[in-house]
Structures are given as C-alpha cells and as structure tokens.
C-alpha cells in the first residue's frame, strides 16, 4: 500500500484532522517555511528517533499538543526526507511526567524507541505497524531508572537516550553531566548500560568523559552514536552551554570506550541561545549518516514555536575530516532556475542580481575572493535595504585568527521591534588560499541555511517584515572579488495550505 493510501486511511483521525485545522489556520503566519519542517501549531522542541523503517523515514519530535502541558513525541514521516506528512501523537506521558527525548533502533521486525520519561527514568517502546502509529510501552518502564546521586553525580544519572545493538545484545547511551552545575561548571559525560532483553540493563561505565575539546558547563546531551564511515564513529549530541557539536573517532566494541579524534561544533553563535538546538540521527538503508535539528526561535511563539533543520548528511573525507552536505533529495524541490556569471564585483559595490529574487529559493554560488577582505550575497533584501541578511567570507582573517571566518548575519534581517536581538552566526572555513568559495544557501522565509565548501554548515532565523524583502545582491569590501556562476531555483512548496500564499 501506498504512503497516499496509508494517510487517507487515517483522515479522519480526529488528532489528524486537529492538525489538519491547526496547519490552514498558521497558514496567514508570513514565516511559516515553505520546505522545512514545522510543527502542526503548539510548541516542538528536540528531534527525536529519526530512523527508516519499511522504506519510509520517520521523524519523531518534543511536542507538547493544544490543550496540554506535558511532553510527547509528535511524529511525521516522509518517503524522501524533503516531504514530511503528520502523523498522530505516537508516545503519550503516563507513568512519567514528559516523554523526553530518545532514539530509535529499527530491527527487522520492529522499531524500538528509547526515551527519557521524566521524574522517573529511561523507558522503551516498540512498533511493528507500517506507519509506526501504534506504540507499546514496555511492561517495566522506566527500564532505567533513575538512581540516587552524590554531589558530584555518582553513580550516574540518567537523562536522554539512544540505542544500538551489537552481537552480545543492546547498548544504550545516557547523555548527561557530572561533578557540578549543568552549563555551569559540570563535565559532559555519557554513561553506556547493555541488556539482552530490553529489560535488565546494566551499567557499564562511561563511553566518553569531558575533555579539553569542551568547556566548563557542557554536557553530552540527545546523543546519537552511529558509525560514520572508515572504520570511525560519530557522536552527534547537544550542549545545553554550547549547543549542536560531535565528536569523531574510534570506538573499541571489546571494552565499550570511544576515543576521539577531534571535536566539532555545529552551533555557531553565542552562548545558550545560537540557532542550532538538539539533533536526531540515523544510519539509513543507503548507509548514509543522517541528522537533523530543531532551530529556536528569535521571536516570541505565534501559536507555533521552531522548526527543522533540512536533513544533513554526514560523512567522512579520505583524511576523516567531517563532509556536512544537505542530502541529494533536496534537489527534487528545484522549480524555475535562473542564473548570473561570471561576474565581477569591486571593493563598496553592492550589485542586485537581476532576476534572482524569492523568498523560497536555492542558490549555488562559485566566489573567487581575490583581494577583497570580505565577499559574499544578501538574501531576503528590500530593494532600499531597509531589510537583509547578509552571508559573507572573511579570507582575510586567517592573518589573524588562523582561520577564515564565514558567517550569516542577521542584525538587519527585519525592521519588526518584537524579535529577540542577536549576534551572527560565525564559524571557521578552513580552505586553502587559492581555494575558491562554493555556497549553497537555502532560503525559506523565516531561515537560512548556508553549507560552505562541504565542511561548514550555517543556520539562522530571519524574519522580513516587508513583502518586497526578496532580493539577492553581490557584495564586497576592501578589494575586488569575482562570482563565478549563480544558479537559484524557486522552491517546491511541500505544504498544501502555504502553496499560492
């Protein structure tokens, strides 16, 4: 049966037909994206239990539904990861206060999500349906409870989970902190527990402990821990200080220690409320490592708060450097295209793409720096630039700081007094001197996402107030930089009460 057949058999669901309303009411909100995913109105938060399961993706996600206070996993699946359909409430609070987040292990038989219920500890689910619509609690929930700590968190605690099996059972993985304050001066730990049946869990010990990569106050939260190609690991988490970030290295499956070799971040802005929040990961059919992220807010929740991250694909270079690309299906949105180039752009000049315009689009742009000290596109511009957002390369600062910086800007993005002040996004591009600048930005009314020369990715909220903010220019300062080629594409609307808006 069909994805198709398999919805309009649950139609007149009445949570689905709630969503339904919900969505056609948002509909006259100006930043609802076109081609992200957002929640059926109310409030969402982490991602959770990405996985794929009888050929369909399914994405599980915090949700606190209308009329209610406490948590739940919301849930949405898609055939391509680009075009998501709601599904009912798949785990409702009972025995705990939240269902807080977890992963998923698909099996071939059935779906096993793992999930933090608070007040009360870890628990397990299980779904062999095709829509995964139908969620048993296990009988012993909370399978892991929580336990009574000294000061310094021993023996362990307990907080969001994932799940992975190896040939002498299940191994699940508790992200949390030890020895002080979380985003204080705690230290990021993730405690391993492995049981044969779901139900006995034992503690083994740490998989990884806090280290020079992380801060004082980080901790190791919403982990994912899947192997990611050439014979590594990636641990994918969240810092309640620090936001997205993963480590990379070798896991030995004898003693249960993972060893990293570098650590990274994917949240690039500033402390406790940058773009990037919490993400979910999975290893899919095609073998390709696959996260997703919730982005918060920078204004107050209009009967609907955050959305998702397009799904990156992760995976490793010939010298286990981090690839981070959007995934290849996101190009199945591509409609009308246009393109500009060579071009060349002196040091001051500002120059309007004629053209290139939408607030729904996809642009590829080829920059060859040259002398300039910054270059780079304002998107979602007014043609008086009373609004942009501004992406732009700094080559320059690798004189002083190492690196060359890259960075979305969104200090002029709106002329509304209602949004939440911020500074920009800022992050490294380590690229050779002669290396030129390859950007594909995605545009989608309230968000921009930029991936840079496959090795750093950028997200920040935008909201234009004006309807003529759709604009696209060519900048630089302090020299003259060339645009090789521009290639946008006006996006698919992949929500039925947004297209025509």
């Known amino acids: 049966m069909s994805l198709e057949e398999q919805l309009q058999q649950l139609s007149s669901n009445a949570q689905m037909q709630q969503f339904r309303a919900a969505r056609e009411v948002l509909a006259s909100d100006k930043h609802r994206p076109m081609y992200h995913f957002s929640p059926p109105g109310s409030v969402m938060n982490d991602p959770n239990g990405l996985c794929q399961w009888q050929g369909l993706y399914h994405l599980f996600y915090q949700f606190t539904p209308e009329g209610e206070q406490n948590i739940h996993w919301g849930h949405t699946v898609s055939e391509d990861l680009v075009r998501w359909h709601d599904l009912p409430v798949a785990l409702y609070p009972d025995q705990e206060k939240d269902c807080f987040s977890g992963q998923t292990l698909v099996e071939d038989d059935r779906v096993i999500a793992i999930y933090h219920g608070t007040e009360a500890g870890n628990a397990v689910a299980t779904a062999s349906d095709p829509l995964l619509v139908d969620w048993r609690k296990h009988p012993g929930n909370p399978v892991i409870p929580m336990v009574d700590v000294d000061d310094n968190g021993y023996p362990y605690r307990v907080f969001d989970p994932c799940i992975w099996k190896e040939n002498d059972g299940y191994y699940a993985l508790s992200g949390v902190f030890k020895d002080g304050v979380r985003s204080v001066d705690c230290v990021g730990i993730d405690h391993v527990f492995r049981s044969v049946d779901l139900t006995t869990w034992e503690h083994i010990g740490p998989l990884v402990e806090g280290n020079f990569n992380s801060e004082p106050g980080e901790d190791y939260a919403v982990p994912n821990f899947w192997p990611i190609g050439n014979g590594k690991h990636m641990l994918l988490f969240f810092s309640h200080k620090r936001g997205g970030q993963y480590f990379v290295g070798d896991y030995d ?5 993972f060893s990293p070799d570098y650590h990274g971040r994917l949240n690039n802005g500033p402390l406790a409320i940058g773009s990037l929040h919490a993400p979910s990961a999975t290893v899919d059919d095609a073998g390709r490592y696959i996260g997703i992220f919730n982005v918060k807010e920078s204004r107050e929740p209009q009967g609907w708060r955050d959305i998702m991250t397009l799904p990156y694909h992760l995976s490793l270079a010939e010298d286990d450097s981090l690839l981070i690309r959007p995934v290849d299906e996101m190009k199945s949105l591509r409609g009308d295209h246009q393109r500009v180039g060579p071009l060349e752009v002196g040091a001051g000049e500002d120059i309007v793409l004629d053209g290139i315009s939408g607030a729904a689009i996809e642009i590829e742009a080829v920059m060859e720096p040259g002398d300039a000290h910054e270059v780079g596109l304002r998107v979602l511009r007014s043609p008086g630039r009373e609004e942009e957002t501004r992406i732009s390369f700094f080559p320059d600062a690798i004189r002083r700081f190492g690196t060359p910086q890259i960075q979305i800007d969104g200090t002029a993005s709106s002329v509304r007094t209602d949004l ?82």
């Open 420 to 501: 939440i002040s911020r500074t920009p996004e800022i992050g490294p591009l380590d690229i050779a001197e002669d290396e030129p600048l390859r950007l594909r930005i995605f545009v989608d009314r309230s968000i921009v996402e930029v991936f840079a020369n496959d090795i750093q990715a950028l997200t920040l909220r935008a909201y234009p107030d004006r309807d003529d903010s759709v604009g696209v220019s060519l900048f630089a300062r302090g020299g003259t930089a060339k645009l090789m080629s521009l290639d946008a594409w006006q996006m698919e609307c992949i929500w039925p009460e947004l297209k025509g808006q």
């Open 253 to 257: 499956s004898s003693t249960h220690q």
